[in-house]
């Protein structure tokens, strides 16, 4: 039996009167990206990197500087390979002359180890002018979020690593601990901002906790951070990448005077620490706090610290090799179905995970609940692997491997672009917004340039969903004060 209705609808009836026809004039696409390349040139970003990418006696058509920072600002607008820097050169009207893509493969393989160390006390000294703009528009750094507060003042580290997948044969391309092909870089990342401090591209063969590598991609991160902001610090890692080396080094960081340098990493659940919570007695474990803060109930979740147990063995000190000042805190919840458990765990019942950090005891906030809670936030270092490679981390360009590091490097920075576009240009849930939804809602708007009075106007869609937003972040940027220095 047929059902009619009142009356018919034809719910494909909006393309019967389209046509399609190229020859649209005074209208650009990728509007919203022109806030990132503001914000290159207004920082002092640009000339910075003019300036450490001159060669004495060669002066090209395209400033190397600037080549290198559209490449960055193509990444931050989702470019994957190179010649995507096509999306800025075709839209003149607005962005001026760009590069050709031979122009830039140069560019890139002329960066080596020098322009690379240039480039980066170069980002160093910007990212302290981005910093006093952020501290003018917040009234802080924001901090980093744990539970139901804040670590106010104290810059959070996260180290992690990640595998890059090679579709074909590259240098320094192997096979990985997963059994894939490819690289293995190690990053480091900035919890309070989202920028991205250091990143290390290594072979797919690189071990989880090489002590040189995390080493060598620290200090690059900890010198990327201003000098007045490094007095407090917290790096945290997870088990993978923990090693007796990294928390020796960052102990002696700490010892330094006028410095704290804390650290909170995963820890194995190895024999002794098997044996030490066989000795704890049932009324020691104290309440998880969830991610408000709230206490968990002790028959899902507890935390205790093994530390006493492992210093004061009968059989001796179990950390006697270990920093004096390091503290081991236990985990357990009960397992959600299908959860990997050891053997000890399945017979036991619980999950353990555990934590090791120097954070002293006496304080404000040091209970070992709260420790533990602390370290749990080391997940979000995730999303920002995941977001980087949203950001051209995720896809090397090249079979070079120099290339591939260059485009690495302005990969970094593309990702310092969007975190700086979110503290100083955008407002509300923008402000917090990953790059596929600041591309998909600002940076990929078309948009009409209007000539007139000697200027450009560019004039945004009313009808746009987010044109005002927009408006307001392209202000922005246009307003933002260059550098004292």
Known sequence: MKLWSTFDVDVTGWSRDLAVEVGGRGVVSHAGTAAVRLLADRTGLTEGLSRAMARRGFMPVHDRGRVFADTAVLIADGGRVLSDLAVLRDQAELFGPVASDPTLWRTLD?????QRNKIARVRARIREHVWSLIERRHGRIPPSRVADRDLGTTVVVRLDGSLVIAHSDKQLAAGTYKGSFG??????????????????????SAGSNTTADHLEVLDAAIAQIPAKHRRNLLVTVDGAGASHGLIKYITALNAKPGRQAHYSVGWELGARERAAIGRVPAKAWQAVLDHHGDPRPLDKAGVVELTALLRHHPDGDQLENWPADLRIICRREKPHPGAQLSLFEEADGWRYQLVATNTPGSGSGATVQFLEARHR??????DHVRCGKQTGLGHLPSTKIEINRAWCLAATIAIDLLAWLRLLCLEGTLAKAEPKTL?????????????????????????????????AC????????PPTR
């Open 439 to 471: 591309r998909y809602r600002l940076l990929h708007t078309a948009a009409r340039i209007v000539r007139g009075q000697r200027k450009r106007k560019i004039k945004i869609p009313e009808t746009w969903p987010w044109a005002a937003p927009l408006a």
């Open 377 to 382: 936030p080391h997940a979000r270092v995730e």
């Open 474 to 481: 392209l202000r922005a940027a246009l307003a933002l004060p």
């Open 110 to 114: 002329a960066v080596g180890q020098v």
């Open 183 to 204: 690289h293995h870089p190690l990053l480091a990342m900035c919890d309070n901002t989202g920028e991205s401090l250091a990143l290390l591209l290594r072979t797919g």
